[in-house]
């Protein structure tokens, strides 16, 4: 089992930037693949970004690529979203999530455990 706490949200001008972070419970996070997700009101849950259990493979949707970078310390059983250069677009309550495999990376059934969320509000 794995309990997820998300940290790091806040209010941000357009082209600032936030560092998300989300800290595991549990001995075993290093046998996850992590996953970054985002929820904006009225609107489905998306992906944004995913890391492998090695932190050797990494995905991210393209809204965020070349913005976004999701990384992981397994020491500290934390990973973390490093958001540049955001937009009013991004915001959106963000939750990082845990699964066994990284084949499913992008979706949002595949993913075993879930973290409460924290809010991103981008102002213009």
């Known amino acids: 089992q794995v309990q997820l706490v998300e940290s790091g949200g806040g209010l941000v001008q357009a082209g600032g930037s936030l560092i998300l972070s989300c800290a595991a419970s549990?001995?075993?996070?290093?046998?996850?693949?992590m996953g970054w997700f985002r929820q904006a009101p009225g609107k489905e849950r998306e992906f944004v970004a995913a890391?492998?259990?090695?932190?050797?493979?990494?995905d991210y949707a393209d809204s965020v690529k070349g913005r976004f970078t999701i990384s992981r310390d397994n020491a500290k059983n934390t990973v973390y979203l490093q958001m540049n250069s955001l937009k009013p677009e991004d915001t959106a309550v963000y939750y990082c999530?845990?699964?066994?495999?990284?084949?499913?990376?992008?979706?949002?059934?595949?993913?075993?455990?879930w973290g409460q969320g924290t809010q991103v509000t981008v102002s213009s």
């Open positions: 999530a845990a699964d066994m495999r990284y084949s499913d990376y992008d979706e949002v059934a595949a993913y075993d455990y």
């Open positions: 549990g001995r075993t996070f290093s046998r996850y693949t």
């Open positions: 890391i492998s259990w090695s932190g050797g493979s990494t």
